[in-house]
């Protein structure tokens, strides 16, 4: 293969870094988007849960300390992976569908 195919390769598919770069700003916009989430979902968790457990009887008797932690973050940990997941996802669309139009002008 000579350096004129290769030039000719690169001006319509980006090169592996460019690659790379962009599939890290994807997990990195992931991250951001679900620890957002995470703290939202552990903020309207735990407001609900440490009512109950005062107000309602037998949240009284039978959640301990354990069981609310563990209620709290099971769902900051669900809607962390779920907004991540679905972050990445939208962001590699988005770039997948940018790459085909910007390689076809």
């Known amino acids: ?13 980006p090169s592996i870094d460019q690659k790379l770069a962009m599939a890290k700003r994807c997990s990195h916009e992931g ?8 703290v939202a979902a552990t ?11 005062r107000m309602v009887p037998w949240a009284r008797a039978n959640l301990n300390h354990t069981a609310q932690a563990l209620i709290i973050s099971t ?21 997948s569908f940018n790459q085909k139009s910007n390689a076809n002008p």
């Open 75 to 95: 769902m900051a940990g669900a809607a962390y992976f779920i907004v991540a997941d679905k972050t990445v996802l939208a962001t590699a669309r988005n770039n």
């Open 31 to 38: 991250v951001i988007a679900g620890a957002k989430a995470a």
């Open 1 to 13: 293969m000579g350096k004129g195919n290769v030039g000719a390769n690169s001006a319509s598919f």
């Open 43 to 53: 903020i309207a968790t735990a407001i609900p849960t440490m009512a109950s457990v």
